[in-house]
C-alpha cells in the first residue's frame, strides 16, 4: 500500500521542528512552536474560533465513530461542568477482540524506526494544533476550564508537553547507532570482527488513564512517549473528560492510516459506567506501560499490581508555600491569589498549604502581622475576582460534585479567613462558579494537622499559622516527605531561609518557585524548560518529561554477526 | 579540610578517559582503557602477579577492617571452590547506627556535581585496576573461576561495566544545563523572565546485593551508577562471595577519603549465616535503589516488596540455541563446545537450550542426523576437556553444592548424551571440578518440558530433539517469554530462518547472536559495545547498561527565580 504521506515527505515538514525540540530539551530556554495565543488561528493557520466552536457542536449528541475493530457497544455521558449535556456516546470495546488488533499493529511500526516515528507524532500534533479552537471547547466543556485556559493549557501547552516526549524518546533512541563494527585485537593474532545491530523494540501496549481535569495536558506525554517508543497506545479517558481525548485519538488514527501504518495503533477504551475498566486493563499481560493522573489510592494500586507494566503515575500531593519575607508585599499578594484562583485551584500545581509565622513576616510595606497577612491575602483574592466577569475568566467551573463537596465542608476545618461565593456565569446558567475559600489553621492545634496534611483537592487553601520559618520549613520538609508536592514556593528576603527552604526541596526532591511576584505563577510550568514534578516524593513517581519517562518504554535488541 | 586529591587534579587524570567512553557508548566500536592480559601488570603498572598474590594471602586468616560506624560485631567464613578456607572475617553492620552516617554523607557528594562524581568514580576504578591481580585470587576463591578468567572477567572487565555505568551516569545528569534564562515573550508588554537551576538529587541509600559467581562484574554496575548519581551505596555481598566487593569498598572508601569526601558513601554490610540481611535491609525507608543478580524467587520477592525502592533485578533465564544449519560445522561444534564448558556452565549467559531439528541438520560437511550432531558435539566437549590442564584452565571449580547436586541429578533428567567427569586440580587437591553434563531430551516427550523449561544452572545443557526448525523458533518464543533469556544463539544458512529468529528476539526482546565459528562466544559480552540482556523479558528487568539504568537512580530539582 502506497501511502498518502511517505517518511520523506515527514521528514521535509517536521524534522527541523524536531531538532529545535531537541536543543530546546538542553538548553531549557523558553521555545514553542504552537502559538498560546487563540487569535493567532484561523486564516489559513488551522481552524477559526468560529470553525473551532462548530466542530465541537457537530459532535454533540453524536455518536463518536472510530472505526476501530472491537467495538460491541456506545457509551458516554459527558455533561460539562457548565452545565450542559454533551450526548457523545463512544464505541466501548471488546478488549479481546481490540488487544489483538492493536499487537498486530507492532511490526510494521517497530521497522519504521525512531525518526519516522517521531515525524508521524509531529504530524499528529501538528493536526492537532491546526485543531486547538475545537480541542479549546472539548477542554472547557469537560474539565470546567475557562475558556482562554482551556484553550492554552488543553492546547498548545498540552501540544508542547507532547512534542517534548518525542524529543525525549527520539534522543533516547538515538543513543545508540543503528549498528557497529566491533573489532578487538588479539595481539599477533588476527582481531576478533563481529558486525553489531540494535533495535529499539517496544514493550507491548501502553494503556493512558487520562484524568479529568487536564485530559491533554497531563495525557500527552505519556501517550507520544509511548507512541514514538514504538508501542501502540490504547486510550482509556476519565469517563467525564473522553471528548479532548477521542478527539486527539480520531486525529492518530487519521494520520497513521495516512502515512502507511495500521491506524489501531492508537485506541479508544471508553468505558461504562462504574465499569472500572482501567482496573482490567491494567492487569491485562499485553498492557507493558501506563500512565496515569489521579487518586493517590488508584495510582498506589496500579503500582502495586500491574506488575508487568512499567507504571508512571501522577497521584495526590500537598503543595506549599513558605511566607517568610517579602520586599515585594503586594506583588506577592496579587501573584498569590492569582495562583490560588486559577482554574479554581483545581491544578495538582496549585498551593494548598501557606505557612506563616504566627509573629508575622517583615515586608517593604513594614511588618505584618499574621491576621494581617491572611486578611490582606483574602482581599487580594477578593479583589482579583470582585468583578464577575473576571471571575469567571480566571476561576473557570467546578469540574465535578466530589470538589464541590470538599469546598462546601471547608469551613468546618478551620477559621474562615475568605468564605467562598457563587459567581453567576452570563453564558451558562448552570455552570457550577465557586471563587476559592481560605481556612486559617493553627499549627499548635492538635487538630489542624489532619487538614493540612491531607490533600484537598480544588479551590481550598489553609492559611497555617506556624511558630517560626524554621517551624514552616520543617513543616515543608515533612509534608512532602509523607504527602509529596507538585510545587513548592517560598517568599524571604533572607539568603539563609532561601538557602534552607531550597536544601529542603533538594534533600525531599520537589520542584521549588522563589519570590514570584510578577506573571509567572507557581502552578504554570512550560514544556522543554521547566520539569513538572520530580517523580522523587509521593506525588509522583515519575517528571514530565526526562530521561527516565522515556528510557524504560522500549529496550535494545542487538544481533551479532561474525564478519 | 584540603582533600589531598583535589577535583582539578581528578579531571586531569581521568577526564580524557571519561570522554573516551562517552564515546564508546555512542558508537559501540571495540575499546577498554584496562588491558586485559595478565602479563600487563605489574612493573610500574599495578600489582604484579607475585605482589597481587600476596596481597591476597595477606588478608586471608585476618580481620578486613574497615573503619566503618556502627560494627557491632565480625563475621565470615568463605571457602574456596578451590578446597581452601578463605577464614577473613568482615564488620557485620549495626544497621541503625550505619545508614545514617551514610545519609550524612549525602549533601557534599551531592553538591560536588556530576563531574567530580565521575572523577572520584573513576580513580576508584584505577585503583581497583591496579589491584587487578589482588582481584583475581579474591573472584577465583570466592566463585570458582579459573585463574585467567577470574583476572579478565573478575578485573579488567568488570572495571569496563564500572566504567561504562560512569559513562551512562555523567551522561544523563548533564542533559539538563545547571541553570537557564528562560525568557517569554509577552507581545508589546515586557518578557516574562526568570533565572532557573538544575540540581541532580540522589534517591537515598543503594542497595547492592552482590551474587556468588560475579561478584565484581555483577555488582560494579549498579555500584557505580548509583554512586555516580549521587547515592551512597550499601554492598551486601553473597556470604560465599565477600572478599571481592570487600576489596571494592576499601579501594572506595580510601579515595573517597583523600578526595575529601566521607567515606560512609561506600560501606560493606557482610552478613551472619541465615541472617536474611538482604531482606531486611531491602525494606528500609532509607534504601530508595537495589542492584541484585541472583535466584527468581528472591528477585521477584524484591520486585513485590521493595516498593519504597527502584530496584534492578538479573534473574534465571532459560538460554536456547536453536541449530538449524551451517556452513561451518567443526567451527560451530568447536564454538558451542567452548560456550557451553568455561566457566562450567555457571554463566547467567550460558546456552542451557540446544534445538535441533529431529531430521538433523545441513551443513558443510554434508546432512547430519539428529543423533550425530549430539554426539559430535559430545565429542567436541571431551575433546576441548581432554586433557586437565585445559580443562582446569577452563572450567575452573563448582561454585557451590547447588551446583553439583543439579549436575549430579542431571542424568535422571534424559538420555545422557556426554557424562561428567572429576577432573584432579593439581594445585588444590580439593577442588570440585567437573566436566559438563549433556542431556538429550525429544520434545515430543511430555516430561521433557519440566527440564528444559526450567533453568537448571550449572554444567548441564540439553540437546532437545524438536519436530523443525520452525518448531525450534516456536519453542524459542514460548522459552524467552515464558522463562527469559539473557542470551539467544542461532546457527544458520539460511536468509528465512535468520529472519523468523531475529524476529522472535525482537518480539520478544532477547539477544541473539548468529552463527558464532569462532573466538567469540554466545555467553560473553563486551561493556561499552554489547548489552548484557535486555531488561524487556523475564530473565532481568534491566540491561547493562543504558539510560534506563541510570536515569532513575537521581531525580533533577529545578528552582525558579524571577530575574
Redesign the interface.
Known sequence: MAAELSAAQLIERHRATLDKALQA??????WSPYPEHPKAYGDGAGLSPADGKAAFEAVLGQRFALDQPGTDDWTGGEVSPYGIELAVSYPHPDVDALLPAMLAA??RW?DAGAETRAMVCLEILTRINAASHEFAHAVMHTTGQAFTMAFQAGGPHAQDRGLEAVAYAYE?QT???GG???????GKRDP?R?R?T??A?P?GIALLIGCNTFPTWNGFPGLFASLATGNPVLVKPHPRAVLPLALTVRVAREVLAEAGFDPNLVCLAAERPDEGLAKSLAVRPEIRIIDYTGSTAFGDWL??NA?QAQVFTEKAGVNTVVIDSTDDYRGMLSNLAFALSLYSGQMCTTPQNLLIPRDGIDTDAGHKGYDEVVADLAAAVQGLLGDDARANALLGAIVNPQVLERLEAAPSLGSVALPSRTVAHPEFPDAVVRTPVIVSLDSAKPDAEAAYLSECFGPVSFAVAVDSTADATALLRRTIREKGAMTVGAYTTSPEVERAV??V???E????????????YVNQT?AF???HG???NPAANS?LC???FV??RF????????Q
Chains 1, 2 share one sequence.
Do not use: M
Open positions: 530539551i538542553r538548553t531549557r530556554e523558553y507492532i511490526p517497530r533516547e543513543r545508540v547507532p557497529a563494527d566491533w573489532v578487538k585485537p588479539q576478533l563481529l553489531t540494535f533495535t523494540v514493550r503500582e502495586a506488575r531550597e536544601e526541596c533538594v534533600e526532591s520537589a520542584q521549588l518557585s522563589l519570590n514570584l511576584t510578577g506573571g509567572v512550560a524548560a521547566d520539569f520530580t517523580g522523587g517528571a526526562d530521561g527516565a528510557a524504560n529496550r535494545t535488541v542487538e544481533v551479532r554477526r561474525p
